[in-house]
C-alpha cells in the first residue's frame, strides 16, 4: 500500500510539474511574439508611410507632367523637384524598413519551440529514469515468485 501511495505522489508530482512546464512554455512563447511583433510593427508602419508617400510623389509626378506639357519651365522644374524630393523620401523610408526586418530575424518564436523540445527531452529522460527505479530489482522478483504473487 505504501509503494502505491509514493507512486500516486509522483504521478501527482509529475502531472503538476508537466502542468507548470506547459504554463511557462506559453507564457515564454507570448513573451516572445510580443517582442518579435513590436520589431515587425515599426517595420510595417514603415512601409506603409512609404506607401503613403509614394501616392503624394504619384500625384506630384502627375501635377508634374501636366504643368509641363501646359506651362513654361520655371513651375514644371519646381514641381519636379518636389517630384524628386518626395521620390529619395520614399527610398530612404524602404531602405530603413527593409533593414529593421532583417534586424528582427525570424517571425518565428525560437526560444520557446527550443524550450519546448528541451522540456520534451527532459520529460523522456525523467520517464525512463522514472521506469528504471519502479522495476523490482531481481531478488525483490525472486521473492514475490517464491510466495508465488506478482510484482
Known sequence: M??????AS?????????QRLVQLNVELLKA?????GEKYGVAVALFLMAALLALYALGFALATLAVALHLV?????SLLIVTVALLLLILL?????????LRAGS?????????ARASVTA????LKRSELG???TSAAAESAREEGGRI
Open 2 to 7: 505504501d509503494l502505491r501511495r509514493r507512486i
Open 10 to 18: 509522483s504521478l501527482k508530482n509529475v502531472r503538476d510539474r508537466g
Open 32 to 36: 516572445e511574439l510580443k517582442a518579435k
Open 73 to 77: 519651365l520655371p513651375l514644371w522644374l
Open 93 to 101: 523610408l524602404v531602405l530603413v524598413g527593409r533593414d529593421r526586418l
Open 107 to 115: 517571425p518565428a518564436p525560437d526560444k520557446a519551440i527550443a524550450e
Open 123 to 126: 520529460a523522456k529522460a525523467q
Open 134 to 136: 519502479v522495476t523490482p
